[in-house]
């Protein structure tokens, strides 16, 4: 797929002319890749990701599970979510007008408004710079859907009227959300939330908006690309950092190859295949795309896992071994089994079909191994990569 898009040649001017009528781009527009605007997009918000899987660390190693886990599930649903919205309407309306790329950069200011609030939601729940951040990205498309809607007729136009109206209602719901009391909140942002999902449902209820597979799939595996890198960086910088202050590097060792053996795995389990030829429908490609929701956050809670092993290696966190060892058991098993889900299962046949959910069972049976568990992980999702290789081998 990489190769693929490097070969190809950009289909947009570098130089946009002032305003371009927004119209559908067409299905099966050939050479359609990512353009450079969508690439610094993503980088942007790994930003936010990064704060959101820091903030997480913090939290695990000091045992508070559910504040952590809490924060982490709010921030990250607000990333996505404005990530997602836009990937799929840039592959549908993507004009690379001015106007576009203009409105498109107030969208990475505001998940950068949003990435400053994350370490205050995990701290004291306050939830003023997060939503501040969000709702900047979610006027931001309101505009883009309006434009939209006035080039096109009929019921395309309707679609795009009710996306607007919709994001526009709930912006106004998350602003409500800030007057009501601290007590309220954790009862009131799930129903935001759905408020928020169901908005393309009700959109699009008779006419589906226009979207490339091939367009789609890369924007999602460039996305995983960068929070998998993320991860690595944060794990490097966090075993860096131990060795600095406690010099003990025999014991990080364990933890930092079984941390990158699982990263390295990661990479090689999504990108197996291409996926683009199985997104048939927008029924299909939406299931798809809404379940890289536990795709992206599994794969950013590896890092923060990683960070408090690494913590926990070095007697610096506030829970067991065994503990610190399921913080990256667990997003590591729930990234098997979400990619087979979303993937493997659709390109493999027998044996083959199995293997990745068997390797989240073992993966999540070395966290009893304690604090030799990352490794043993580790271990297991590079055997994982080698017997689907060799499974792939006889099917040639």
């Not at 559910?66 to 921030?75: E, N, Q």
């Not at 007008?97 to 609030?117: F, H, K, M, N, S």
């Not at 939406?286 to 950013?300: E, P």
């Not at 999540?364 to 499974?391: E, I, Q, R, W």
Request: net charge negative; charged share 15%; glycine share 8%.
């Amino acid at each position: 797929m990489a190769s693929e898009s490097a070969a190809a040649p950009h289909p947009r001017p570098v130089d946009p002319p002032p305003v371009r009528r927004m119209v559908p781009r067409d299905r099966d527009e050939p050479h359609r890749v990512a353009t450079p605007l969508e690439l610094f997009f993503d980088l942007c918000f790994v930003v936010a990701v990064g704060q959101a899987g820091r903030e997480l660390a913090h939290s695990l190693a000091a045992g508070h599970y559910g504040d952590g886990l809490r924060g982490y599930s709010i921030a990250f649903f607000a990333i996505w979510w404005a990530w997602m919205n836009f990937t799929w309407f840039a592959s549908a309306y993507d004009c690379d007008d001015v106007p576009y790329r203009v409105t498109t950069l107030v969208q990475i200011a505001g998940v950068l408004v949003l990435a400053a609030g994350v370490p205050r939601l995990f701290a004291t729940q306050d939830l003023t710079l997060s939503i501040a951040g969000y709702v900047v990205m979610r006027l931001a498309m309101v505009t883009q859907w309006l434009r939209a809607a006035a080039s096109e007729q009929g019921e395309a136009r309707r679609v795009a009227v009710r996306y607007a109206v919709g994001i526009a209602l709930c912006q106004v719901g998350w602003v409500v959300v800030l007057l009501l009391p601290d007590a309220a909140r954790p009862e009131v942002i799930p129903l935001g939330v759905l408020c928020e999902l169901a908005v393309p449902v009700v959109a699009e209820l008779r006419k589906q908006t226009s979207w490339h597979p091939h367009h789609i799939a890369e924007r999602y595996g460039l996305f995983t690309l960068i929070v998998l890198g993320e991860t690595v960086a944060a794990a490097t910088v966090a075993v860096q950092s131990a060795v600095d202050e406690h010099e003990e590097l025999g014991r990080l060792l364990p933890v930092a190859v079984g941390g990158l053996l699982i990263c390295f795995s990661a990479w090689w389990i999504y990108f197996a295949r291409p996926v683009h030829e199985h997104l048939h429908s927008s029924r299909q490609a939406f299931v798809w795309g809404y379940g890289h929701y536990l795709v992206f956050g599994s794969a950013a809670a590896i890092g923060a896992g990683l960070e408090v092993a690494v913590e926990s290696a070095v007697h610096q966190a506030e829970i067991s071994a065994t503990a610190a060892t399921a913080t990256v058991t667990v997003p590591t098993a729930l990234y098997l089994l979400t990619v087979w889900l979303l993937h493997s299962r659709h390109t493999k046949t027998g044996l083959a079909q199995a293997l990745a959910p068997t390797a989240a069972v073992l993966v999540l049976a070395c966290t009893a191994f304690g604090g030799s568990g990352v490794l043993a992980a580790g271990l297991v999702c590079a055997l994982t990569v080698a017997v689907g290789l060799l499974l792939h081998s006889r099917e040639g």
